[in-house]
């Protein structure tokens, strides 16, 4: 990625003066990011560094001061602590993270996806249409999962969607959305879901020198139906085969409002002997990408590696630990896209994919006003970093 940096050709003034606002639950992801922003800019030599379209271009943090204090109640307020008039602002949030608590009426209140949306929707009321424009990084989409309507039910994801554009944000981005057709919600506006395969591949190669990249001794697999593209977009990038499990229901009872399970059945190819990679959006409780990691070693798999955007391991590690243990995976891969808990990082079996950079690569292309259109597709650069491990140069 180092040399990549020099060639990102942003000469263009940018669009306003940086700003990033990351609320409190993605401070950590936020510092990285601007970590590498004010490394960036420091180095870059602009023969227009002086004129006014630049002017607070190189500074030491493009952070902007804001916070969101709650009342005894439990109600809440955003305030911006500095001048917002004309920036270029990205706000970085994750409505993901559960750790964080406040009090509510005396007792202490851990955070949920709805508090954290809430406090973003905070933090654009206090901008109150003074910068020049907004972008929501949202890396783990709201309620992302209420998608699509199966019964009489709210369209939560849609919802969302529309209020943020309503309140004024030009663009959102997030990852791995778990069915990008939301963004029919707000056709009219800009929406980029972004896939972390780059830095899965980059986690996997750096984790394990003996894996042969190719068709005869690796396989991507899909746990179901839904993740298709997914999968199929990393085996072709390195030119492996793939493969399916879908559930098998019995769709003549109904238990806890919908069909049991009665079996996960595998479609593709053979997968004795081979290193296999399982991707997935998410691992909510993980309990269905380690029935297909067991399916998988039934069927005599070598290595199996799980690769999911977010690891939200609802369910707790223990059942990691013990797959881990009696040699099911062989590693866990997931990003710092959401929080991640200290147990799970000193866990042996995890491998942690850091996106900051990337994120910073997004933001500063974006202030620049420049096409984007290369950093959504990474194929050239896993070709590279494939080449430089067959070549043992990693």
């Not at 420049?370 to 080449?387: G, H, K």
Request: aromatic fraction near 8%.
């Amino acid at each position: 990625m180092g040399e990549r940096e020099e060639t990102r050709n942003l000469e263009t003034i940018p669009v306003g003066s940086l700003g990033i606002i990351p609320l409190e639950g993605c401070k950590t992801l936020g510092e990285k990011v601007d970590n590498y922003l004010v490394k960036w800019r420091t180095q870059r030599e602009s023969e227009h560094k002086d004129s006014l379209a630049f002017a607070g271009y190189q500074r030491d943090s493009y952070i902007l001061k804001a916070k969101v204090p709650r009342f005894g109640s439990g109600e809440a307020k955003g305030m911006i602590l500095e001048s917002v008039r004309g920036t270029d602002l990205y706000l970085l949030v994750d409505v993901a993270n559960y750790s964080l608590t406040y009090s509510l009426c005396g007792h202490e209140n851990h955070m949920s996806p709805d508090d954290h949306y809430q406090d973003l929707k905070r933090i654009i009321a206090a901008v109150g249409g003074k910068a020049r424009r907004i972008t929501v990084i949202m890396p783990f989409l709201y309620e992302s999962r209420q998608h699509k309507r199966t019964a009489r039910e709210s369209l939560d994801c849609a919802l969302a969607l529309q209020e943020m554009v309503k309140m004024g944000v030009d663009n959102i981005v997030t990852f791995d959305a778990h069915d990008p057709r939301v963004q029919n919600a707000i056709p009219l506006n800009g929406f980029e879901t972004v896939q972390p395969t780059y830095q899965f591949i980059k986690g996997l190669l750096n984790r394990d020198k003996n894996l042969t990249i190719d068709a005869q001794h690796m396989m991507v697999v899909s746990p179901d139906e839904g993740g298709m593209s997914r999968a199929i977009y990393m085996a072709n990038v390195l030119g492996l085969d793939m493969g399916m499990f879908y559930k098998r229901r019995d769709y003549t009872q109904i238990v806890d409002g919908r069909n049991p399970i009665v079996a996960h059945e595998f479609l593709g190819a053979d997968v004795a002997g081979k290193d296999i990679i399982i991707v997935d959006d998410m691992i909510s409780s993980g309990e269905s990408v380690l029935e297909v990691a067991a399916g998988l070693k039934k069927r005599n798999a070598n290595k199996i590696f799980i690769c999911a955007t977010f690891g939200l391991f609802t369910g707790g590690l223990v059942k990691f630990d013990e797959a881990y243990k009696n040699g099911t995976i062989a590693g866990v891969l997931t990003t710092n896209l959401i929080y991640q808990t200290p147990e799970l990082l000193a866990s042996e079996w995890y491998i942690d994919c850091d996106l900051s950079k990337y994120i910073a690569y997004l933001i500063d292309t974006l202030n620049h006003d420049a096409s984007i259109s290369d950093l959504l597709d990474p194929s050239e650069r896993i070709q590279q970093i494939v080449t430089k491990y067959k070549n043992g140069e990693l």
